[in-house]
């Protein structure tokens, strides 16, 4: 099933606050895109940098159709044709999901949207959009790049790591999710849950149509995750492209990945802290060592065959 026409020509989970201030806005050189259709949301960038930064839990927008019919179409069968040895494995008991950081085994669309997300010319955007100066991409996709979660796959509610690992002046500040999903049934499950700062409660929830980029503040308590397993069938999988910016600061505090239990999981509260602890040490040695995603790959099948 395919995304509902109801949203418009763009969406959000959140009003517009008329008294929240307006950016200053002049039209970035955008004009080179070509498998970006942003002009209507350049159009209304005053209007979005207000609902972005009175969004509830934390500042987040949802902006639809922002590819081409054709960059999409051939986004999806690039996505696909991707050999199955070039996915990371990221299998433990806070997430079970799959990931591509190598761009050269990617399509040259799905390479031609990554280059034109970190152009000059969108980041100019996306630091009006969020209010944020200073922005810039990352070439290391450092977390980022392509994920993929089959059947299953989950990944339970956290905040992400706040520091980048090889650059360590740099600050993790706003997460671009593209959904690439050619179908969705909400009987699938795989919303991205939004989370108080208590983690008392989701305050929103993100569905994954294809076609449509969730923005969103890093900070140590936006949290968010799917943590259900999703009931995917088979030769379905929930797909996406993460890409992440930052900014370069004096003094940034590197804070892991807090994975956090919800107030229902019950005895699973004492597992999640403790994958979650472990998770850390591999932090600071990543950190430390400058250890590569295939061992990490490598290293988590080999502790979710132990632990099978």
Not at 213 to 240: C, K, M, N, W
Request: a neutral charge; proline letters at 8%; glycine letters at 8%.
């Amino acid at each position: 099933m395919g995304r509902p026409g109801r949203h418009g020509p763009y969406s959000s989970r959140v009003r517009c606050n008329p008294q929240a201030p307006r950016a200053e806005w002049r039209p970035p050189p955008l004009t080179t895109q070509t498998v970006l259709q942003l002009d209507r949301f350049e159009a209304a960038l005053p209007e979005l940098a207000a609902q972005y930064a009175s969004a509830v839990p934390f500042p987040h927008i949802v902006l639809d159709d922002v590819l081409t019919p054709d960059a999409l179409a051939a986004a999806y069968a690039d996505f696909e044709a991707i050999d199955g040895a070039h996915w990371t494995n990221y299998l433990h008991l806070n997430e079970r999901k799959f990931g591509n950081t190598d761009r050269a085994t990617w399509g040259p669309t799905l390479q031609e949207i990554s280059g034109e997300l970190f152009s000059p010319g969108f980041v100019d955007f996306l630091s009006v959009l969020t209010g944020i100066p200073g922005l810039q991409p990352d070439p290391e996709l450092d977390g980022g790049g392509l994920h993929r979660s089959l059947a299953g796959g989950f990944l339970n509610v956290h905040a992400d790591f706040t520091a980048h690992h090889t650059r360590p002046r740099w600050r993790r500040r706003v997460n671009l999710l593209l959904y690439l999903n050619p179908t969705w049934d909400p009987a699938w499950g795989g919303e991205l849950q939004l989370w108080s700062k208590d983690m008392q409660r989701a305050e929103a929830s993100i569905e994954p149509y294809g076609n449509r980029i969730l923005l969103f503040t890093t900070d140590v308590d936006s949290y968010h995750g799917h943590p259900e397993p999703l009931r995917f069938p088979e030769g379905s999988a929930r797909q996406s492209l993460a890409l992440y910016y930052f900014t370069e600061e004096d003094d940034v505090v590197a804070h892991a990945t807090n994975y956090r239990a919800r107030p229902g999981d019950g005895a699973r509260r004492a597992l999640i802290y403790l994958d979650k602890k472990a998770l850390q040490g591999y932090d600071v040695a990543k950190r430390r060592l400058h250890l590569s995603d295939g061992l990490v790959s490598r290293t988590l099948a080999l502790l979710n065959r132990r632990r099978r």
